[in-house]
């Protein structure tokens, strides 16, 4: 070896230096590089969503037969008969017809005249509440009170308004009203 590099010394220093050159432009190559790689993991997200839905709270409206009135103002009384106080509140509608019953069990046949009627939350078997509305016109009148979205239909009522059960009040017959 020591002859070698005596006798090839010029030899050595061209291949010392082709090294060193040849590992200047190799690492000069891969530092300049402009472009990055990068590796991207596809990944799937689960999403889901729980909705949280109200339980019949047991509650039932019925109208009691106490109802009537003038063509000024009909009322009829509601009220909570269920085992259970009733954990939302509720609306009702007024529907009309000039000449018969405007709902009946078999469905609707008649025009609704008011539905901005707010049923407050009731306690179960606590007094009756009063239900008014002020009729524009002679004709026939039934208030209809709605459920409890959740409350199973019983004997044979199973008119639904929107998707709701509903229940419905007596027939309310309004006369003409003569002008003094």
Same mark, same amino acid.
């Given at each position: 070896?020591?002859?070698?590099?005596?006798?090839?010394?010029?030899?050595?220093?061209?291949w010392?230096? *082709?090294?060193?050159?040849?590992?200047?432009?190799?690492?000069?190559?891969?530092?300049?590089?402009?472009? !990055?790689?990068?590796?991207?993991?596809?990944?799937?997200?689960?999403e889901?969503?729980?909705?949280?839905? !109200?339980w019949?709270?047991?509650?039932?409206?019925?109208?009691?037969?106490? #109802?009537?009135?003038? &063509?000024?103002?009909?009322?009829?009384?509601?009220?909570?008969? $269920?085992? $259970?106080?009733?954990?939302?509140?509720?609306?009702? #509608?007024?529907?009309?017809?000039? !000449? $018969?019953?405007?709902?009946?069990?078999?469905?609707?046949?008649?025009?609704?005249?008011?539905?901005?009627?707010?049923?407050?939350?009731?306690?179960?078997?606590?007094?009756?509440?009063?239900? !008014?509305?002020?009729?524009?016109?002679? *004709?026939?009148?039934?208030?209809?009170?709605?459920?409890?979205?959740?409350?199973?239909?019983?004997?044979?009522?199973?008119?639904?308004?929107? $998707?709701?059960?509903?229940?419905?009040?007596?027939?309310?017959?309004?006369?003409? &009203?003569?002008?003094?």
């Amino acid at each position: 070896m020591r002859k070698f590099r005596k006798k090839h010394k010029n030899l050595l220093v061209i291949w010392n230096v *082709g090294l060193i050159w040849y590992l200047l432009m190799f690492t000069a190559t891969n530092f300049s590089s402009l472009s !990055t790689n990068a590796i991207f993991i596809d990944q799937v997200k689960n999403e889901s969503s729980f909705q949280a839905k !109200t339980w019949w709270d047991k509650s039932s409206l019925t109208f009691i037969n106490k #109802y009537g009135g003038t &063509c000024t103002e009909i009322f009829t009384y509601i009220k909570n008969v $269920g085992d $259970g106080d009733m954990a939302l509140t509720s609306k009702y #509608y007024v529907y009309y017809s000039p !000449t $018969g019953n405007p709902v009946n069990p078999d469905g609707i046949n008649g025009e609704l005249v008011f539905s901005q009627g707010v049923i407050p939350k009731m306690k179960s078997n606590g007094d009756p509440l009063k239900l !008014t509305y002020a009729p524009q016109k002679p *004709g026939f009148f039934k208030f209809v009170a709605f459920q409890h979205p959740d409350k199973p239909g019983e004997n044979g009522n199973n008119l639904t308004i929107e $998707g709701k059960p509903v229940t419905f009040s007596e027939l309310i017959k309004v006369e003409k &009203c003569s002008k003094p």
